[in-house]
């Protein structure tokens, strides 16, 4: 199970399309795919939700079937009310965005609202992290913290670092809070997942390849090369399963 | 042949690292890796007074397979000493920097007169490159313009978010070459031969936190033709490693 690809039209990037990450599911043997909508051109986040709630209810038949989040900007007047009715209508969870959304990961006041609909509708919260100066590890923790009865995952790895600064940072984040989670995209040190599955434990961490951002075909090398089977399992599919199968 | 222009072999007690040359050696053999460009965590003189000697009797005993970059620290009054007796008499093949460890800035005297020394003697350059402070693609621009003579390499192909800074800077300036050393995107390596020419990048690991397997994966997933990836893969790094001294 893949536990993250950004699905449609994207202000920013080249649409993914469901053909395509269809296809590199099935080439590399995942069956789930959990899809988020990036920020599309028009900036509708609540249209472009609805459209993929829609889309994933045609894939349950298919060989890929995609498990809907929805994408909330919490600046958004409607941001609560848009999550109630997404969630309700079959979305898995909410995805966050800090960085392009222009907000504290861990401002608790904004995000409350909305964390009370993810909390009552047994969801999960997944945030675009590794940003600096909005989606930092410690930030993570302390959002994790305060809303201790909601996954909170945080992408790529938590951190995004080239000189491994940060991983100490995120490893720290995990133990301080039970609740955060990690995908694997983007990370790029192999250690670093094999000593964070170590620490807390392989159902804190899930496969994504977070596509198109990062190359599938590479972001699935990892998980499939943990020496222990059981951590392989969990990370490739039972984490996720957990988290956006309920 | 295929040459990882970057590992690391070092034994840090006081922080507990533990990077064997044997553990560097497996995963090159793992991967069918011949030969390797090895350094140190640490930046001489620091930390360890041994590390010069350590290293150039770990490439030594190699067989061949190991090629000594020094690490050093440009803010010590000796660094272009140590340089020049690694270059001269310990049979290193090239010189790593790291702004990251040092806090020195790419462009200042204490960097350029160990740059100088490095090109006098026909040594690569290796720069830690990324999203940092002191690593940035263009915070490193000025050193490559300072001494031109100096072929300098930045590592990471800019990390996570400075990858149109480090082609640019590479296409700028032609003393400039790229590895691929933990790079996150594929696709940028395709970018960077298809922009900068195969002759300017070099694969590289980061191993053995990165392991040299995944690492070398990234490079055949990158889209190169064969003659691309012959010269990616070993023929760029021969070519400097035996112009040192020459």
Known sequence: ????????????????????????????????????????????????????????EGTADGPVRAVPLVRIDPW????????????????????????????????????????????????????????????????????????????????????????????????????????????????????????????????????????PVFDPRLEVLRPRALPDQAARLAVLAATAIRLFEW | MIIDFHTHVDEVLALGWHLAASDVLAQMDAAGVDQAVVMTITDAPEVNEDALAQTAATCAAS??????????????????????????????????????????????????????????????????SGDDPFVTPWEIAPAAAAVPQATIVLAHMGGYAHTADALDVADEFPNVMLDTSAAPYPSVIGAAVRRLGAHRVLFGSDAPGCPVPLELAKIRLAGLSDAATALVLGENARRLLDGVGA
């Open chain 2, 63 to 128: 067989g061949g397979r190991l090629h000594g970059f020094v690490r050093v620290h440009p803010w010590y009054e000796q660094a272009p000493e140590l340089v020049a007796h690694a270059l001269d008499d310990l049979g290193y093949r090239g010189v790593k920097l790291h702004g990251v460890s040092t806090l020195a800035d790419p462009g200042s005297e204490p960097v350029l007169r160990v740059l100088r020394a490095a090109a006098a003697r026909g040594a690569p350059v290796l720069f830690h």
């Open chain 1, 76 to 211: 958004e007047p409607s941001a609560a009310a848009d999550a109630a009715e997404l969630l309700g209508s079959g979305a898995r969870g909410v995805l966050v965005h800090p960085w392009e959304d222009n907000f504290r990961a861990n401002d608790v006041d904004l995000l409350a609202p909305l964390l009370r609909e993810v909390r009552a509708a047994g969801a999960t919260l997944v945030v675009e992290a590794g940003f600096p100066w909005v989606a930092e590890p410690a930030q993570l923790a302390e959002l994790a913290r305060r809303f201790p009865a909601v996954p909170v995952v945080a992408t790529r790895g938590g951190h995004m670092n080239m000189s491994g600064l940060s991983g100490g940072a995120m490893l720290a984040a995990l133990r301080r809070a039970d609740n955060l989670h990690v995908l694997t995209s983007g990370v790029y040190r192999q250690d670093w997942l094999e000593q964070v599955i170590g620490a807390v434990g392989a159902d804190r961490v899930a496969y994504a390849s977070h596509a």
């Open chain 1, 1 to 56: 199970m893949d536990a993250l690809a950004l699905l449609g039209p994207n202000r920013y990037a080249p649409e993914l399309t469901w053909p395509a990450l269809r296809d590199t599911c099935s080439a590399l043997g995942v069956d789930r795919v959990v899809v988020a909508p990036p920020l599309p051109p028009d900036r509708d986040l609540a249209r472009a939700g609805r459209e993929l709630v829609s889309l994933a």
